[in-house]
């Protein structure tokens, strides 16, 4: 698997990464014995990096991944982003204080079986939170206390990632980015690799879209994100198809499926897009081990042709562009 080195981060860590929220069981339902399975399927395939919360199932993802880790002879080998920051009640900035921050790691230090965190990430808190100079001093505080080893932020607009890179010791930045999500790219990317942060890419299939395999006809379980949060009623819309509508979305998906170079998925291809535009790493969701597999691949996907990646850009402005460039 290819690396990246994160200069705040002080490590490599794996192209592809393995996004956990569906290991927790929130929206999609997998058991532990085949979370564990696709954990195992995904390190076999080199990837050496997982994306979980404290939220995910109310810590299951956590667990699921400290279990998988426990006594492993390459443990330090692997990285593990944790966030923090949703289990406030009620969320607002007045709730991100030093004592929730130390109640927070700790249970996720003992949900993941570590003393210190590799990484803590703000998990797309309130924006004013990006600019309170004591937030991110709280943080530092974690980090002399042995609690974290780095941290960083998981954001939902373009804006407070700028807010976030004004701190120099900022280590990652957390967004979503992909085909339908292009904005970062101008404004986020040039001054996260100029101020050595580290770019993660979240939602890098928008939901599943740039799988290529849903048409307009396409359901999903009550349960699932992308039923009950298309009009961001829950969450913030952008969570859900990136932002789009996902009618707009599966249109837009169906010309990106006409370019996949053959021998690819439209998700490798889309995931392979992401290696090419400069982010650290993607974390990509799986529930079954061969998706796992499918996805560490995209890591040593050859270059797209310019001109590919000219029609790609051309897809965004005619399909996705007024639904998010300027929203998010």
């Not at 996720?108 to 939170?129: F, M, W």
């Not at 100079?133 to 941290?151: F, K, S």
Request: glycine share 8%.
């Amino acid at each position: 698997m290819r690396t990246t080195m994160v200069p705040n981060l002080g490590r490599e860590i794996s192209l592809v990464g393995l996004g956990t929220w569906q290991l927790g069981g929130d929206w999609a339902t997998v058991g532990d014995d085949a979370a564990q399975e696709v954990l195992a399927a995904a390190a076999d395939a080199g990837t050496r990096l997982f994306d979980t919360a404290d939220v995910y199932g109310d810590g299951r993802s956590e667990k699921a991944i400290g279990r998988f880790l426990a006594g492993r002879a390459d443990r330090a080998d692997f990285t593990v982003i944790t966030k923090m920051g949703r289990r406030a009640e009620p969320h607002e900035p007045a709730a991100y204080t030093l004592d929730a921050f130390r109640a927070w790691t700790d249970r996720s230090r003992e949900n993941l079986g570590v003393e210190t965190l590799d990484l803590v990430q703000l998990h797309c808190p309130p924006t004013a939170v990006y600019g309170d100079e004591r937030v991110y001093d709280d943080l530092r505080t974690l980090q002399a206390e042995g609690r974290i080893a780095r941290w960083g932020v998981s954001v939902e607009l373009v804006d407070e990632a700028l807010a976030a890179l004004e701190q120099p010791d900022l280590a990652t930045i957390q967004i979503i980015v992909n085909i339908f999500r292009r904005k970062p790219l101008e404004r986020v990317l040039p001054l996260a690799a100029e101020r050595g942060v580290g770019i993660i890419a979240r939602l890098p299939l928008a939901s599943g879209l740039l799988s290529g395999k849903y048409d307009e006809h396409t359901t999903f379980a009550p349960e699932d994100h992308r039923t009950w949060n298309r009009d961001g009623s829950k969450m913030n819309i952008g969570e859900t198809f990136s932002g789009i509508p996902f009618e707009v979305g599966v249109a837009a998906a169906r010309e990106v499926a006409a370019l996949t170079p053959a021998g690819w998925t439209t998700a490798q291809m889309a995931l392979g897009w992401l290696a090419q535009v400069g982010v650290a790493t993607m974390i990509p969701g799986a529930s079954r081990p061969s998706q796992a597999v499918s996805n560490a691949a995209a890591a040593e996907m050859p270059a797209l042709p310019e001109e590919t990646m000219r029609a790609l850009e051309d897809i965004y402005d005619r399909h996705c562009r007024r639904h998010v460039h300027d929203v998010f």
